[in-house]
């Protein structure tokens, strides 16, 4: 993601200003006769489906409409305006600047992915602003525990998972649909790039590593393709240009441990990217097992898996020593029936279940069994008989958790807590 500064608020209001209708989803909070807004977004594309919701509570109302451009201009400037039957003020003195970011195709941020690049802009709430209260939401919509469940459930359509919606007064949205990298294949030997885009003219493909670049011009959406002889060099970067300006781009550094990969990306290399998950040995995101492991052993896996999915993620790989050699599954080891036993053991041991896969990768002829677990933006529970224990991960070492690790885990204050 690249932070392209600060754009001027004026220039926001005057762009809002000529269009005639654009997309809004607004939060509300009730503040006596009145409804303060406590977050809004502005899609201004033209080509987006919208879909008309209201949720009204007593104390907050989501709504997601079509309104003229001059009003949310207006709302933007920190005028009063009536929405859709309620009168919404804005809080605080209006911002003079919003933070501006161009973002590439598939990159995920605040919650939300697009096929093609955008820019997005985000002006931030005052501090002094009251945030919203924890009371049970039942009204016109779907129930909700708390103000922060509807607003994530109604903006992502996600399970709440971090305070990160609280930031922004507004976000605003702009596709950039000029050119984009809609899918790359990676095989041994070569790199196929499939363009597509709406204004491809005088466009180019390049593909840049360390020692070198090849370039080739764009005559259009279609399929690219690059050679790759010696294979592909680590960092490569794979960039959709016109002069001196990027339309899109995808780095290939190692693949990031246990998260979401890049729908756009396929890799067709399966031992090449083991050499590369192996490359920094084990760590906080990286545990290897010799293989499917038993008594206190086990213990040590699963609770490594909740530390993976309580943090940032990680991957355990099964058929890898401790010294990173990469043995495989032991001969005659029956695949399947090994995934249904670490699936089983992962279910019955671990509270919530984490949000994880289990992979198959195949390396000169030896079997590795991956446990790629996704970090999970809460607490991840370790069940021994009725008690739940909480861990993390500190470097290669898997330790029990702080009292307020685990608080900061389920957003509370320690103070009282018990488990």
């Known amino acids: 993601m690249a932070n392209n500064g600060q754009t001027d608020t004026a220039v926001l209001v005057a762009m809002l200003s000529e269009r005639t209708a654009v997309n809004v989803r607004l939060a509300l909070v009730a503040d006596a006769q009145q409804w303060r807004l406590h977050h809004g977004q502005v899609t201004l594309d033209d080509d987006a489906p919208l879909k008309e919701r209201a949720w009204r509570y007593s104390t ?3 709504l997601e409409l079509c309104l003229p451009g001059p009003t949310v201009a207006a709302l933007l400037r920190g005028d009063e305006q009536d929405v859709d039957g309620l009168h919404v003020v804005v809080p605080g003195p209006p911002a003079s600047s919003a933070s501006a970011y161009q973002l590439r195709g598939q990159e995920e941020w605040g919650r939300v992915t697009t096929p093609w690049p955008r820019t997005e802009w985000a002006i931030s709430r005052d501090n002094s602003t009251p945030q919203p209260g924890y009371d049970l939401l039942v009204g016109d919509g779907p129930s909700f525990l708390n103000f922060d469940q509807a607003l994530s459930a109604f903006l992502h359509q996600r399970p709440h998972e971090s305070a990160a919606d609280r930031s922004d007064l507004w976000r605003i949205v702009l596709p950039q649909r000029a050119g984009w990298l809609s899918q790359i294949t990676i095989r041994p030997d070569l790199l196929t790039a499939v363009v597509d885009g709406e204004a491809l003219d005088d466009a180019a493909l390049e593909l840049s590593w360390a020692a070198g670049n090849e370039r080739q011009s764009v005559d259009g959406a279609g399929t690219y ?4 002889p010696h294979g592909l060099a680590h960092d490569s970067l794979l960039m959709l240009r016109r002069e001196n300006q990027w339309l899109d781009w995808r780095s290939f550094s190692a693949p990031a441990y246990g998260r979401a990969r890049d729908a756009s990306v396929v890799w067709e290399q399966l031992g090449p990217e083991l050499d590369i998950l192996l490359a920094n040995g084990e760590g ?22 909740a530390a993976f999915a309580s943090q940032d993620g990680g991957t355990v790989l099964i ?7 990469i043995v495989g599954l032991p001969d005659g080891a029956n695949v399947d029936k090994q995934v ?3 699936v089983g053991m992962i279910r019955d041991t671990l509270e919530p279940v984490p949000p994880y896969d289990t992979r198959v990768i195949d390396h000169d002829g030896k079997t590795v069994l991956a446990i790629e677990v996704s970090g999970g933006g809460q607490m991840y529970a370790y069940r021994d008989g009725q008690r739940a224990e909480f861990y993390v991960r ?11 690790e685990i608080a900061a885990g389920f957003r509370q204050a320690p103070t009282g807590t018990t488990f």
């Not at 393709?225 to 790759?228: K, S």
């Open 319 to 325: 058929g890898v020593r401790d010294d990173l050699q």
């Open 394 to 404: 500190v470097g290669p070492n898997t330790v029990p958790a702080r009292p307020h």
């Open 225 to 228: 393709c690059f050679p790759l």
């Open 284 to 305: 906080r995101y990286l545990e290897c097992k010799r293989e499917v492991p038993e008594g206190e052993s086990r213990k040590k896996m699963l609770k490594t898996i």
């Open 60 to 62: 907050a109302s989501f």
């Open 340 to 342: 249904l036993q670490v």
